[in-house]
């Protein structure tokens, strides 16, 4: 099973622990607001900005802090200006990471990024130093004791998915990033409610780390994952089960 794929699973159980540090709020909101700047606030006309009210709903933000954000986003209340910004870098063992930051001030970013690769066995790179070992895809993992594989796939496909891999406790549904949000909406309509869905950077190739770099890379990853101006993250590492199982991961 491939690092990439088994991230999902942990992202999955350290989300309540973010929710009650906070992080997770504040990672909605920048999306909530970021997305109504990009297409308006209108949710119903805005797919990526149904997904992240959709997504704050679900743990449990506050009405009132969701249409705040809206409004920031669309310029009808003042707020902090959030930009998207992608940073690319190496982790242990040479694999790429890539970076989706939503941040008011790149310098403090960028510093701190650089601060955390550095600290655990990385660095950060040039732009457009690793973005081409990946492909942009609409990414939907699904709890794999909800259906069948067939059952699912089936679903999947008439949803408009382009793929979709068994990864033993889940399904991973790949779309086109362009059909993302239909297939999300068609797998909901199935009644299904997938543990995670967004639009990834799906890594080609994979590189398997062992030994003492499992460690050094899952700290990485961490450590970038828990910064408040990370959105979201990719990597092409491997890792193998039993290698994930003894870091307690």
Request: glycine share 10%.
């Amino acid at each position: 099973m491939s690092g990439h794929s088994k991230w999902h699973t942990i992202k999955h159980k350290k989300g309540a622990l973010d929710a009650k540090r906070g992080k997770l709020f504040t990672k909605l909101i920048k999306e909530i607001s970021i997305s109504a700047r990009s297409g308006g606030g209108d949710v119903n006309g805005n797919a990526r900005l149904r997904k992240a009210v959709n997504d704050a709903k679900a743990g449990n933000m506050p009405n009132d802090t969701i249409d705040r954000a809206i409004k920031r986003g669309t310029g009808e209340l003042e707020g902090v200006h959030y930009e998207e910004v992608t940073y690319e870098g190496y982790g242990p063992g040479g694999v790429a990471v890539m970076v989706q930051t939503t941040t008011d001030n790149r310098n403090r970013t960028v510093s701190e990024l650089r601060h955390i690769f550095s600290k655990n066995g990385g660095n950060l790179g040039e732009s457009g130093s690793v973005a081409w070992m990946f492909n942009k895809k609409g990414q939907i993992i699904v709890d794999a004791a909800i259906k069948g594989e067939d059952a699912m796939l089936e679903i999947a496909l008439e949803a408009g998915a382009e793929d979709m891999r068994n990864e033993g406790e889940s399904y991973e549904i790949l779309t086109a990033s362009e059909d993302f949000h239909a297939v999300l909406d068609g797998v909901k309509a199935a009644g299904i409610e997938p543990v995670s869905a967004e639009i990834a950077m799906i890594p080609i190739n994979t590189i398997k780390l062992e030994g003492s770099l499992v460690n050094q890379m899952l700290k990485l990853y961490d450590a970038l994952d828990d910064h408040d101006d990370v959105q979201s993250l990719a990597s092409n590492f491997e890792i193998d089960d039993a290698a994930m199982e003894q870091t307690g991961a």
